[in-house]
């Protein structure tokens, strides 16, 4: 059973960098396989930030774009966000998921619990 | 602001049926992309419960039923029970974005 876990800061200063790593078990972070964030303001929808494969090929949200990396860790079967210049609109809960191919596109088969980030000075 | 559309709440008695649409355009939904659906009960990570417009991952109970045509798609939940009781997504990829996009999300109460 592959299992997801968040880890970061819980609180981070507008304009600072938010940065978290989600480690995977249960299966290899190098298998032929996209890992995805996404993330959910307090009481509104879910927004897909961008995904990353093992080789470090990336995809990122347009809206995103300019203050989003990702990056993987193969040694540690994990994959990280950062997400620079953020102010209080990056608040949110934020899911690492893992992508499965389905036809002609993929769907998010396993999620992290989620983790709080709160931007606030 | 998502290019995926739902309604923001459906509800119904115990036992009837509901359904809850995913309306969106050319280039999502109607360029082929497949639409899954996601149940995010309170306070936890969302859970695939349809892929592929119309296939049940094991364990999901046949109450819950997907379907596509031209640039919507929809949701049928069966049979409506208590623990049905949460939000539900559409998600998609729209090429024009090059971007996985979700619906706007709809709550269901269970009245």
């Known amino acids: 059973q592959v299992q997801l876990q968040e880890s970061g800061p819980g609180l981070v200063k507008p304009s600072g960098t938010l940065a978290l790593t989600c480690a995977v078990s249960?299966?290899?972070?190098?298998?032929?396989?996209?890992w995805s964030w996404v993330r959910q303001p307090p009481g509104k929808g879910l927004e897909w930030i961008g995904d990353?494969?093992?080789?470090?090929?990336?995809n990122y949200n347009p809206s995103l774009k300019s203050r989003v990396t990702m990056s993987v860790d193969k040694s540690k079967n994990s994959f990280s966000l950062r997400l620079n210049s953020v102010t209080a609109a990056d608040t949110a809960v934020y899911y690492c998921?893992?992508?499965?191919?389905?036809?002609?596109?993929?769907?998010?088969?396993?999620w992290g619990q989620g983790t709080l980030v709160t931007v606030s000075s | 602001q998502s290019v995926l559309t739902q309604p923001p709440s459906v509800s119904g008695a115990p036992g009837q049926r509901v359904t809850i649409s995913c309306t969106g355009s050319?280039?999502?939904?109607?360029?082929?992309?497949?639409v899954h659906w996601y149940q995010q009960l309170p306070g936890t990570a969302p859970k695939v419960l349809i892929y592929?417009?119309?296939n049940r991952p094991s364990g999901v109970p046949d109450r819950f039923s997907g379907s596509k045509s031209g640039t919507s798609a929809s949701l049928a939940i069966t049979g409506l029970q208590a623990e049905d009781e949460a939000d539900y997504y559409c998600?998609?990829?729209?090429?024009?974005?090059?971007?996985?996009?979700f619906g706007t999300g709809t709550k269901v109460t269970v009245l």
């Open positions: 990353i494969y093992h080789s470090g090929s990336t």
């Open positions: 998600q998609s990829y729209d090429s024009s974005l090059s971007s996985r996009v």
């Open positions: 050319s280039s999502n939904i109607g360029t082929n992309y497949d």
């Open positions: 249960g299966g290899s972070i190098s298998s032929s396989i996209w």
């Open positions: 592929g417009n119309t």
């Open positions: 998921a893992r992508e499965t191919y389905s036809g002609s596109d993929s769907y998010f088969d396993y």
